[in-house]
């Protein structure tokens, strides 16, 4: 099947929504789990992409995502699933809230089951969101570029 399947378009790089920062994201797991890279999101829940890199500028990997599923691009291994919430599943050992995430950029609160989003200091670029249920708990940082 996998050698059947179309690539996922990515968004229209017109028009559209770009953030650019860091992120770590810490899931207390038993051992805790932690990752941060530096990102460039663009596009919205429905489709976008979304760049990592690693401190020194260096490119960790690349997600699209569209209505037909996600990939992830890891210099030459390429990876699909059926939506973007299985892979960052898969990649963070919790799913994201997608949805609310963009919503969250946007300045703008966006109830999630489980989740809270402390958007107090949004205006200078601050965005800390928490997963407390279910567990283990989550915490997810944001710190834009102006």
Known sequence: L???ATSVPSASKHDEARWAGRFSLTVHSEPPQSW???FELG???LA???QLSSPLGSRLAEV???AS???LQQGERLTRHLSLDS???ELGGTALPVAALFEWLHGRQAPVSGWEADLSRQSEGRIVARR???LPGAELRLILQP
Do not use: K
Request: with cysteine.
């Open 2 to 4: 996998g050698a059947c």
């Open 87 to 89: 892979l960052t599943a």
């Open 36 to 38: 941060s890279a530096g």
């Open 64 to 66: 699209r995502w569209s």
């Open 132 to 134: 407390l249920h279910p």
């Open 69 to 71: 599923g996600a990939e």
């Open 43 to 45: 596009g919205s829940a």
């Open 48 to 50: 976008g992409d979304l």
